[in-house]
């Protein structure tokens, strides 16, 4: 199995490639600077503007490409993240589109940022109607952009990551107050946080790719989410350190902008779907993944 791959130098692509190489017969990972990588016996990197003419038939293609969410939210970062989004999922889908053999199936990545932000609702992937925030707004176009490939009877997955627990990411950033004793909650303490565990993501993008009946949006999220004031508590604990400052809504408006938002706010989203699929998580509550990665 031949496997087209967007985004596999970051986070979550390089976790895919460590883990799944020796699964499949090839991964060939499109870069914007391949020379500065080594290709290996399972790997090979090939360049952004590649044609579909030069690949061998594809099985796969997943799509894991977009700027990160993390900065101040000036108006060229917001345009960068949606540009990075929309621009490689149309490249994805125009290989497709130009592949005279499709593939067996095509997974773009998406977020929970769909639902947009609630206290009291609970999403799964019935949810059909987005939020009305800016990160709701990025995530269906992203969508509807990917949604171009369903015409050539290519299976989509919408795969909506929620917050992705490892040593690299967010909760390096999030354990760090922690680290240096001035942990405690952030907002209210009360919004809810959807994660999902490294191993999680990974091993469910395979089940997604195994799997026939795997397609639309499915929640890439554990079957527990957790407050934030639990969340942070947990981490203290987990590292044995104190918890007890809190950081107010309006310092990090200050700090952060707009994107104080995703902190602020929150989502309860289940991943129904998965389930359906018959999907078993190895880190269903945070204490275990918290105790692997910090």
């Given amino acids: 199995m031949n496997i087209l791959l967007f985004g596999g130098t970051g986070f979550v692509g390089k976790h895919f490639v460590t883990t799944c190489k020796q699964k499949f017969k090839h991964i060939y990972i499109v870069s914007r600077s391949p020379e500065t990588y080594q290709n290996c016996e ?24 977009g700027e990160s969410l993390f900065g101040y939210w000036t108006k060229r970062k917001k345009e960068a993240i949606l540009k990075s989004r929309i621009s490689t999922t149309k490249k994805s889908v125009q290989l497709i589109q130009e592949m005279k053999q499709k593939p067996k199936v095509f997974i773009n990545s998406s977020a929970v940022g769909f639902y947009g932000t609630s206290k009291e609702n609970i999403f799964t992937e019935n949810t059909i109607t987005p939020g009305d925030d800016y990160l709701s707004f990025v ?3 992203w969508e509807d952009t990917a949604k171009e490939v369903e015409a050539y009877d290519v299976r989509t997955v919408y795969a909506r990551f929620g917050i992705i627990l490892g040593k690299e990411g967010s909760l390096p950033l999030m354990s760090l107050p922690v680290k240096m004793f001035a942990g405690g909650k952030i907002g209210s303490g009360n919004q809810w946080v959807s994660w999902i565990d490294i191993d999680d993501c990974i091993a469910l993008l395979l089940h997604c790719i195994e799997k026939e009946d795997a397609q639309g949006p ?9 407050r934030n004031k639990d969340l942070m ?7 044995r350190r104190p918890y007890y ?11 952060l902008g707009e ?3 995703l902190i602020t706010k929150g989502q309860y989203v ?9 999907y078993i998580f190895k880190y269903p509550k945070i204490e275990k993944s918290l105790r692997k990665h910090l």
Avoid: G
């Avoid at 508590?233 to 590292?239: G, P, R």
């Avoid at 400052?245 to 700090?255: C, G, K, N, Q, S």
């Avoid at 289940?270 to 018959?278: S, V």
């Fill in 233 to 239: 508590k947990a981490i203290s604990k987990t590292l």
């Fill in 259 to 261: 994107m104080n938002e």
């Fill in 139 to 141: 995530v269906k176009k």
């Fill in 42 to 65: 399972k790997i090979t990197y090939i360049p952004y503007n590649v044609q579909a003419s030069t690949l061998p038939p594809i099985d796969v293609v997943i799509n894991l490409a």
């Fill in 218 to 226: 499915i929640n890439f999220t554990a079957p527990y989410p957790v």
């Fill in 270 to 278: 289940l991943p129904k779907k998965a389930k359906k699929l018959d």
């Fill in 245 to 255: 400052f809190h950081v107010p809504t309006f310092l990090l408006r200050i700090i």
